[in-house]
């Protein structure tokens, strides 16, 4: 069965950082493309960024260029997102998300974890 | 950046037939895929490739494309399908993925 688990959301300062890990199994992880995803409250849901399989090639959406950065280490079947210069419209529930082996859409997803950014 | 349009809300009686419409650029050139996502939950896809419906999905959901247009059709509404409909693609280079701003179907 697959399986993505997040972890390492939770409340930062504006300004701060934060990490996300994402724990898979159930398949061959190093396989597969993974993403994040986010949904702020009560919003709709926002693409954060890709990572191929050999993180040769690594794509962010436009808002969060500069600022995130995904990595995954295969050897520990694990996603990771590293984010920076948190603002408060960076609150959200993060998804971690499994490219499909055929196209670029997501199959399995997490149950995602909450980053709240506040003073 | 690329976009995709879908209605805010759209409602329907039980045993309506429910359409959720997608517009896009690059929709004549990209696949069109429809998430259903219900309160607290993660999204679940209904319907990929445009009209591929993935297995344990009812048959009363269908998706086709035309142009730069894709649509989700649900036959037979129930109260079960009320949820957010977000359609999803990527854009003409294929490497920046996008979802539209998501429907709330209403079965009542």
């Known amino acids: 069965e697959v399986q993505l688990v997040e972890s390492g959301g939770g409340l930062v300062k504006p300004g701060g950082s934060l990490r996300l890990s994402c724990a898979a199994s159930?398949?061959?992880?190093?396989?597969?493309?993974m993403n994040w995803v986010r949904q702020a409250p009560g919003k709709g849901l926002e693409w954060v960024s890709s990572?191929?399989?050999?993180?040769?090639?690594?794509y962010y959406a436009d808002s969060m260029k500069g600022r995130f950065t995904i990595s995954r280490d295969n050897a520990k079947n694990s996603l990771y997102l590293q984010m920076n210069g948190l603002r408060a419209e960076d609150t959200a529930v993060y998804y971690c998300a499994r490219d499909s082996s055929q196209f670029d859409f997501f199959d399995y997803w997490g149950q995602g974890t909450q980053v709240t950014v506040s003073s | 950046s690329y976009e995709l349009t879908q209605p805010p809300s759209v409602s329907v009686s039980p045993g309506q037939t429910a359409r959720i419409t997608c517009s896009g650029d690059?929709?004549?050139?990209?696949?069109a895929f429809w998430y259903q996502q219900k309160s607290g939950q993660a999204p679940v896809v209904v319907i990929s490739e445009d009209k591929k419906r993935p297995s344990g999905i009812p048959e009363r959901f269908s998706g086709s494309s035309s142009g730069t247009m894709a649509t989700l059709t649900i036959s037979g509404a129930q109260m079960e399908d009320e949820a957010d409909y977000y359609c999803?693609?990527?854009?003409?280079?294929?490497?920046?993925?996008?979802f539209g701003g998501g429907t709330k179907l209403t079965v009542l």
């Open positions: 999803y693609s990527t854009d003409s280079s294929g490497n920046h993925r996008v």
């Open positions: 159930g398949f061959t992880f190093s396989s597969h493309s």
């Open positions: 690059a929709l004549p050139k990209k696949y």
């Open positions: 990572i191929s399989s050999s993180s040769t090639y690594i």
